[in-house]
């Protein structure tokens, strides 16, 4: 209970810079303490020395840079309460195990859009994820997370880009990169079939990415 207390009053802006204060004013009278134990002198003389002693402006300038750069990496850094890990370990495993998606990376990964035809139903899946991550809460707390997930996202957009314009369907629902091309269009064939593979291996080499650091992040 005093944990979470004193977490709570470190995150807020006027309490941490309290806490940092009081730390501060404890270390510098522990200090002078020590000091006139050690030299047998008066504990009063030796705090005025402290605070009257003189130091070049170049090396408080030095020492101010240096307090301001280690407060900003640590307040900088991201520590989950309770509340906000179970919210992003939630979301994590919803996309983990999101039907779409795992449908969508295994066809990449067996068959692939460049290599021979897939089902339409594929296409309706891109676009329920398409519509499913423009929701204002498909995000993560964590800004790291929510970092690799952004670019999954834009490999996703990247991956549909590519395939528009590519491939066609035909009358039985399967859709490929037209076979006639082979024939009057061969150097076109062979491009979309090399930019198709190219963000296909980009797209799944990220969402490898996006579950391994998910795992670690979370340990889920």
Do not use: C
């Not at 207390?5 to 940092?20: E, R, T």
């Not at 979301?91 to 990376?105: A, C, S």
């Not at 800004?143 to 314009?165: A, Q």
């Not at 091309?181 to 296909?200: C, D, G």
């Amino acid at each position: 209970m005093l944990k979470r207390v004193i977490k709570n009053i470190w995150k807020d802006s006027v309490g941490g810079n309290l806490i940092a204060t009081v730390l501060i004013a404890i270390l510098t009278l522990l200090y002078n303490y020590i000091v006139s134990r050690y030299k047998s002198i008066s504990f009063k003389e030796v705090f005025i020395d402290f605070w009257t002693y003189q130091i070049d402006l170049w090396i408080v300038l030095l020492f101010i840079l240096t307090i301001i750069v280690l407060y900003s990496l640590i307040k900088s850094k991201f520590n989950y309460d309770e509340e906000t890990l179970d919210l992003d370990r939630a979301f994590f495993n919803k996309i983990r195990n999101w039907e779409g998606m795992l449908d969508l990376v295994l066809e990449i990964k067996t068959n692939g859009f460049s290599s021979r035809p897939v089902k339409f139903e594929r296409i309706e899946t891109m676009t329920s994820i398409r519509k499913e991550s423009e929701k204002p809460d498909f995000h993560f707390f964590n800004p790291v997370l929510n970092k690799i997930k952004t670019r999954l996202l834009i490999e996703f957009e990247n991956l549909d880009s590519v395939l528009l314009g590519n491939i066609y369907g035909d009358h039985n629902g399967w859709l490929s990169i037209p076979s006639e091309w082979e024939y009057s269009q061969r150097e076109r064939m062979l491009k979309a079939e090399i930019e198709i593979k190219k963000q296909e291996d980009i797209f799944t080499e990220v969402y490898q990415n996006f579950i391994t650091q998910g795992r670690k992040i979370l340990k889920v």
